[in-house]
């Protein structure tokens, strides 16, 4: 009994060494290994099974043999299940392997949009001069949007076909100058002021008409202000969006909430007033309205025309992207091509 024990062992490693030599040596091999020698039907169990043949003596002499013989099939078996774990993780680390001189996937970046990149320009220009930025509801009562701004009852932009009604008091703005009439209510003079967001009129889908887009208006109202003082504002601002050598014009013009009124042209950054494409030969690029703050708006706020004045200004955010990327067609803004936009990142 003695050397079938002995046996046992001898033909258990002579397994795990074949098995190894033959790449067949896993986890199920080494379980099955396992079950065939330790098991309840294993080999060793069978021999320990008809000990009870054997006399008082030799007993406990071949039981310890069976023990020490269980121990070092066990030993064997998982130090060779260490082996399979440490090979198995060494080959998952070969497979996964980063090649860190090959060149890097540079994921795709997004980019500010043309709109938000004028706009925030803008903002800065402003915030320079020592404006604030103020801001208001985009769903608006008719009376901060017409009435407070000296618009009419029988204006057409009052017209249902124009400007999109909620109900009858209720609309979306087609405009930023309501934040200038609740900024005149809410605030005692001296007031500074720009206001940019989005606006909505009723218009059909062109190069250069959509039903929402975007403004930036601009309001000071103080002590003495004069049309010196809106046209010099509005110099440096040219310079400082078109470069140093943009020139403005002023052109009479009717707007309700302003007197006197006046269209904004500036001299071509392209051309430099000499006539090109971008300015349709004319050497100027209208860009803006602007004018006086009229009086009835003042006191419609609550702000007295016999101790202040106030000059106001307003410009389509898009206009100044179309014209300073030489865009011509405004869809191509909101279409989302990344063609396009890629060209501003």
Not at 54 to 81: C, M, Y
Not at 257 to 278: M, Q
């Amino acid at each position: 009994m003695k050397q079938q024990l002995l046996n046992i062992k001898d033909a258990l490693l002579s397994e795990l060494d074949s098995s190894e030599k033959a790449q067949k040596l896993d986890a199920s091999a080494l379980e099955a290994l396992k079950v065939k020698y330790l098991g309840k039907k294993g080999e060793l169990t069978a021999i320990l099974r008809s000990m009870g043949s054997l006399s008082p003596e030799e007993r406990p002499v071949i039981g310890q043999l069976a023990n020490k013989i269980r121990s070092e099939i066990e030993a064997a078996i998982e130090e060779k299940r260490a082996a399979v774990a440490e090979f198995a993780k060494k080959k998952k680390l070969e497979l996964e392997k980063v090649d860190i001189s090959a060149p890097a996937k540079i994921p795709a970046l997004g980019g500010k949009h043309p709109i938000s990149m004028i706009q925030e320009q803008l903002e800065d220009i402003f915030l320079g001069m020592g404006f604030d930025i103020a801001e208001g509801p985009e769903i608006e009562q008719e009376y901060y949007n017409f009435t407070a701004l000296n618009t009419p009852e029988n204006h057409p932009a009052r017209d249902m076909q124009d400007t999109f009604y909620i109900t009858p008091d209720i609309l979306l703005r087609t405009q930023t100058s309501p934040v200038q009439a609740r900024t005149m209510e809410k605030t005692k003079p001296p007031i500074r002021i720009i206001s940019p967001g989005r606006v909505y009129r009723s218009d059909a889908v062109d190069a250069t008409h959509s039903p929402m887009f975007h403004q930036l208006e601009g309001l000071v109202v103080d002590k003495g202000i004069t049309m010196g003082d809106l046209k010099g504002t509005l110099d440096l601002f040219a310079k400082t969006m078109f470069g140093g050598e943009t020139k403005i014009r002023f052109r009479p013009h009717h707007f309700p909430f302003t007197e006197p009124s006046a269209e904004v042209d500036v001299s071509c950054f392209v051309c430099g007033g000499k006539g090109c494409r971008l300015c349709k030969g004319e050497g100027w690029i209208e860009i803006l309205g602007a004018g006086m703050v009229h009086p009835n708006v003042l006191r419609n706020c609550g702000i007295d025309p016999e101790v202040y004045s106030g000059f106001a200004f307003g410009m389509g955010i898009e206009r100044i992207v179309m014209t300073k990327y030489a865009i011509n067609d405004m869809r191509l803004l909101y279409e989302n091509d990344l063609r396009f936009l890629s060209q501003f990142n």
